[in-house]
């Protein structure tokens, strides 16, 4: 039995947060923001909503993909959640910046997206890099899939390099939480290899019909199975 936590993104109802919760999921994952960046992104009264009426136990987590603090800030006010993950172009927040919104939060944790290009050797990335400038005011990573044409970091359904994971594992103290194409038919194995603090999902725990687009987009039997592979791992 592998000690993983399980973080699903891509929560758009209470339903749906509850129901990932009642099967064993840690941490739950709402994008949102007054400022629209990203498909199903939701309104900052609806993530409050989420946030409000989820179990207690879960650790709520907000991402937002925009770059400029004060626009963050808002979103902030609106709805607080335990954990902000950063996840737009991480060139585009320093870790100066990060520590100000840190000082404007008290109490917030910090979960920094950190980009993987598939097909890419390590030695051709930045991502060892980022985790050394990133790390003094993260709480977590999120090692994710980046598309080399996208400007925001995963939400992409595709795998990468697990080597590279574990490599960013072994390089920093800080939490990390793989992510990037796992399904309940690659996540043990990725975490046998990468021994990671936690796992994520999103494209792979949504239906694979139209209602993926919709408010409860998450497929219970996806859950179940995703997470059930992550714990008995």
Not at 1 to 25: F, K, L, P, W
Not at 107 to 119: E, H, R, T
Not at 156 to 169: K, N, W, Y
Request: hydrophobic share 40%; aromatic share 6%.
């Amino acid at each position: 039995m592998s000690d993983v936590i399980v973080q699903i993104y891509g929560i758009r109802t209470v339903e749906d947060a509850r129901m990932v919760v009642g099967m064993g999921t840690e941490h739950i994952g709402v994008s949102y923001g007054h400022v629209k960046h990203t498909p199903g992104q939701l309104t900052c009264e609806q993530a409050k909503e989420i946030f409000k009426g989820v179990q207690p136990e879960a650790v709520r987590v907000g991402l937002t993909c925009a770059t400029d603090i004060d626009e963050i800030t808002e979103d902030l006010k609106a709805a607080l959640p335990d954990v902000l993950h950063l996840s737009g172009d991480i060139d585009g927040i320093s870790p100066e910046q990060v520590a100000e919104l840190k000082s404007r939060f008290p109490g917030l944790k910090i979960m920094q997206a950190i980009p993987v290009l598939a097909g890419v050797p390590l030695e051709e990335q930045k991502a060892l890099d980022y985790v050394r400038a990133y790390e003094g005011v993260s709480d977590f990573f999120l090692i994710d899939t980046k598309s080399a044409d996208a400007s925001d970091i995963g939400a992409t359904g595709l795998t990468h390099d697990r080597s590279i994971d574990r490599a960013i594992v072994e390089a920093t103290d800080v939490k990390c939480i793989i992510a990037g194409g796992l399904d309940d038919k690659n996540v043990a194995e990725a975490i046998h290899e990468t021994h990671p603090y936690g796992v994520d999902s999103y494209t792979h725990t949504n239906w694979d019909d139209e209602r993926a687009n919709g408010l409860n987009c998450k497929d219970p039997a996806k859950v179940e199975a995703f997470v059930k592979a992550a714990k008995n791992a």
